[in-house]
């Protein structure tokens, strides 16, 4: 505030202008000054102090990335060493993960070209979530401290240990606004933000083998220097230590639509491309997770912010990955595919290492992973019945009442293997119970609850019940994302639901080939409950 052009130079000189206006007021109404008079010159006194609140305003509320916390700090830190050299804050994990196997998952949607709405079909998504209730109602957790407990099921951003750690050293102090004045520092100034990228396995920048598509990254959330971030980030609980936070994949003080620690990729446009995607996911993509500029558009651009220098940073990743671990069958077999298109199991790395280090099986993570089979929704109606409900409408829990059942074609001739049992879910199956370490589990229902993160009800209906397994895209699903090559909705076109179809003669068909009809596609949930 010193610095403004207005005359003034420091609050006490304020506050005795002010009190002179008083005075001199009084005076004046006293000794009858007429009232025009009398308001121009308040007005004239109190321009002043208007423009000195304005700049005091604007250097304490901005948003960091535009210089005004960065200035609340500047004297003290620009010339001082400890807030130069100290280590970057922040580390984020994901505990979700999906694969959708869709052929046409990427490909252009014109209701999406001016819509804030995202796409309800992928390839991969991934966020980050508080799965504490989940662990407790499975029991995996019962008897871990509250400290391991958090550091299992909540995933997301926090700020790293060595950080809190090297401000306690080097200020003799750990109190939060010692904090929040080195993090001011550290990411006022950065254009950095969170992405999930896919990358190889083998990662070698020099050999121009850091990737498969280049392109396969995304940002989640805004640049670290938002205010509002770092002002939530100081907000998080702090675990036994000082020194350990909670992580958090929510924030609440951002907009709206930037709260939530989640995003997609999409690269499948047709059967040829999801055929390559799905051997790439197989044998060398891993999912990971760290830090590029703003908007990056390349896997190049990642960085290791703790790095000193361009060769620091050729092979090291900071942050976790997440390499798929693929099969030919899912949910006790109900689903099978010769080309392992059914996402199993999760295997964590630490990315800081070349080759990355496997750490779940050290860190005795648990995850739980299954199958929907994608189901058109002109493909689950009933055809003999008048109202063309879905089948077995209302016939909840009836086992005779599933699977896969032929259709008509041209001319009404029978197609076999191209529609599919997908009811809706009814109360008595979200409340049946499997047990699970000794205690009854409502599978059923924690898997629609982990499924809906994903697959949110606007975009999709799910039955997760084990006589099914499937998903149906709702109509305004379908006009904000596209899953099959063949068409969602275009009843000419079938979709052969069994991979190998037995026709009555006893020969098979199987989906996809010789102009056989296309293959079903699937989508695979992972989360961690361990």
Same mark, same amino acid.
């Given at each position: 505030?010193?610095? %403004? ?6 609050? %006490? ?82 505990? $979700? ?25 992928? =390839? ?12 407790? $109602? ?9 400290? !391991? ?24 102090? %750990? ?82 639509? $930037? ?10 446009? =047709? ?39 361009? %060769? ?10 997440? $390499? ?23 295997? !964590? ?111 999709? !209906? ?55 009809? !296309? ?12």
């Amino acid at each position: 505030m010193g610095d %403004a052009t207005s005359g003034f130079t420091t609050i %006490a000189e304020i506050k005795v202008r002010l009190r002179q206006i008083r005075r001199w007021s009084l005076l004046q109404i006293m000794s009858g000054i007429g009232r025009k008079r009398f308001v121009f010159s308040l007005l004239l006194f109190s321009l002043p102090l208007v423009f000195v609140f304005q700049n005091c305003g604007k250097a304490g509320f901005d948003s960091v990335s535009s210089g005004g916390l960065t200035g609340l700090v500047a004297s003290s830190s620009s010339h001082d060493v400890r807030f130069k050299q100290a280590p970057f804050p922040l580390d984020f994990n994901v505990n $979700q993960i999906a694969y959708m196997s869709c052929p046409a998952a990427a490909q252009r949607n014109r209701a999406l070209e001016n819509s804030l709405l995202p796409r309800s079909t992928f =390839n991969v998504r991934a966020g980050s979530y508080d799965n504490l209730n989940i662990a407790e $109602q499975i029991g995996s957790i019962s008897s871990l401290s509250d400290l !391991e407990k958090s550091r299992r099921t909540q995933a997301g951003i926090t700020i790293r240990p060595e950080f809190v750690r090297y401000v306690e050293d080097k200020f003799k102090r %750990a109190d939060l606004s010692i904090q929040k004045e080195v993090l001011i520092s550290s990411l006022g100034g950065s254009s950095l933000q969170p992405h999930l990228a896919l990358v190889n396995f083998e990662r070698s920048r020099m050999e121009g083998g850091f990737g498969w598509d280049y392109t396969l990254i995304r940002s989640v959330l805004p640049p670290v220097s938002h205010r509002r971030f770092i002002e939530d980030l100081i907000a998080l609980p702090v675990l036994q230590s000082p020194s350990l936070r909670r992580r958090s994949g929510f924030f609440s003080r951002l907009d709206p639509s $930037q709260r939530s620690l989640v995003t997609s990729l999409s690269w499948t446009k =047709n059967e040829v491309d999801a055929r390559q995607f799905l051997r790439e996911l197989r044998n060398n993509l891993v999912l990971v997770t760290g830090f590029a500029p703003e908007e990056s558009k390349s896997i190049l651009e990642l960085v290791d912010p703790s790095a000193r220098s361009t %060769a620091d940073n050729v092979n090291r990743l900071l942050g976790r990955g997440y $390499q798929f671990l693929m099969s030919s069958s899912a949910n006790n077999n109900l689903f099978s595919a010769p080309d392992s298109r059914f996402l199993v199991g999760i295997e !964590e790395l630490d990315m800081s290492t070349k080759p990355p280090t496997p750490i779940t099986a050290q860190e005795g993570q648990g995850w739980d992973c299954f199958s929907l089979i994608i189901v058109r929704h002109i493909d689950r109606t009933d055809l003999n019945d008048p109202l063309r409900r879905p089948y077995c409408a209302g016939m909840f829990n009836d086992p005779t009442c599933r699977g896969i059942r032929n259709g008509r074609g041209q001319n009404n001739a029978e197609v076999f293997g191209v529609r599919y049992v997908c009811p809706s879910q009814g109360i008595n199956s979200l409340n049946q119970a499997v047990t699970i370490n000794g205690r009854p589990v409502y599978l059923n229902r924690i898997r629609l609850e982990v499924a809906r993160r994903f697959l949110p009800p606007e975009y999709w !209906e799910i039955n997760t019940d084990p006589l099914h397994m499937c998903a149906v895209l709702t109509e305004l699903g379908e006009q904000y994302g596209r899953c099959y090559a063949s068409g969602d909705t275009d009843e000419k076109a079938f979709i052969q639901y069994s991979i190998n179809q037995v026709l009555p003669n006893g020969s098979i068909v199987s989906c996809g080939t010789n102009g056989a009809n !296309e293959c079903p596609s699937f989508v695979s949930i992972c989360y961690r409950y361990q």
